[in-house]
Structures are given as C-alpha cells and as structure tokens.
C-alpha cells in the first residue's frame, strides 16, 4: 500500500512539474517571475471555498486562477499597468479573503501543501490535466517565444501576441491550479521559477533551456518527494529546497 501511494505522489509530483517547468520558463524569459511566485497565492481563497462547500480544492483553486489571468491580461492590455503591479493588487486581497475563508485546521496545508494526501483520483486529474496544459504550451510555444522577443515582427505577419499571451496565463494559472495540492499555494510559485534559472545556466540556445527546464524541474520535484518521504519531511519545503540546491550547483556550469 505504501509502495503505492508513493507511486501515486511521485506520479503526481512529476506531472505536475513537467507543465510548470516548461511554462516558466517562459516567465523567466518575460521576466516576469515575481508575477509567477505571486500569482500563486492567488488560489488561496478559491482553495478555503472549495473546502466551504466540500469540492476538490483543485477545483476552486483553479477558478480563482483563470480569473485572475484573464484579469490581468485585461487590465494590462486596457491600461499599460504591470504585470507585476496588477497581480500584487490580486494577491493582497485574495490573501487577505483566502485566510478569512480557509479553515484554521487546514491553512497550512492550504499554503504549503500536502503530496502525502493524494488519492487515486486526484493524481489521475492532476496527470491527465498536465499532459494536455504541456501539450498546449508546446503548440503555443513557437508564437510566444516570437511574440515575447519580436512582438512587432509577430504582428507584421499575421501573429497574435495578445492572443498568444492570454493563451500563456491561463494555461500556466491551470498549472499553478495542479500544483496548488501537491506544493502548496505559497510554494508553487518556486517550482515553476527554480528549474527556469537552473536550466538559464546551463543552456546554450532556446530549446536547450526549454528542455533543461523541463528536465530540472521533473527530477527536483521527484527528488524532494524521496527526501520528504525517506526522512518525514513536508514535502513542498523539501521540493523547493532541492531545487535551490540544483540553482547553486547550475552556478558552477553557468555559460559565460
């Protein structure tokens, strides 16, 4: 049973951390990873409303998400703001509402996650929704990555940046959503960062640091599970201080 379970969690954990490295790697292009630490603090009142009304705390996390993406691009699009600016607005009230609504029993696990407690049906969500957001992401890659550093270029020949990046925040708010569980809503935001700056030093070209990225990310997350699973550690803390041990050694291979 045990073997099982551990199966499930690495299964999990390993799904998840493909979708999210690939896209932030994205946000580390945009440099816009503040906003993808942010944003997943975000899911915090979605997870406590989900609890109220007894549903999958994946479910109302990724509600909140969606909104808060689309939200931001809106905004941006309509008034110039930051990125940056527009989620800190988000994430102060949605933090605030999240502790109000969020149980006291279950706020920890809420924020920093709990990959132990993954059922069958849960992993099964989490991997089949990860495929299908890595997918997308690769289809859409090619105009984001055209859109991020030629935006001009990419309107001139019938590309759409807007489109593209709207695509972009919502796919990676649905990665945040998947993470949200495993990591926790405090945590996410690292796993989606850490393999995107480990792999930068690392890489010699665009689709050696998008491979990196997926690559670093997977074996973090699948690492840090061993770790929390071998010596009871929380398991979102162990991930993400295995990623940022990856980070310092990537400091020894860094490309001039």
Known sequence: MQNQQLFLILLS??????????????????RMALVGDVLSHVALPGIGLALLININPIYGAAAFLL???FST???????????????????TATLALGVLLVPNQELFESMFGNLFAVRFYDAMVIVTASVIIFILALILSRRLTLGIIAPDLAKSIGGKPDASYLGFLLLFALSVALGVKLI???????????????????????????????IL?????????????????????????????FFFISLFFKKS
Request: zero cysteines; proline letters at 6%; aromatic letters at 12%.
């Open 67 to 69: 909104i808060a993406a």
């Open 13 to 30: 954990g390993i799904f998840t951390a493909l979708a999210a490295s690939f896209l932030g790697a994205f946000i580390v292009i945009k």
């Open 184 to 214: 926790g809503s405090v945590l996410m935001g690292a796993l989606t960062i850490l393999p995107a700056v480990s792999a930068r030093n690392l890489s010699w070209s665009l689709k050696s640091f998008l491979s990196f990225s997926v």
């Open 217 to 245: 990310g997977v074996l973090m997350t699948g690492l840090g599970i061993i770790i929390a699973r071998a010596f009871n550690f929380p398991p979102g803390p162990a991930v993400i201080l295995t990623g940022i041990l």
């Open 73 to 91: 691009w809106f905004i941006e699009k309509k008034t110039a703001l930051p990125p940056d600016a527009i989620i800190g607005t988000f994430f």
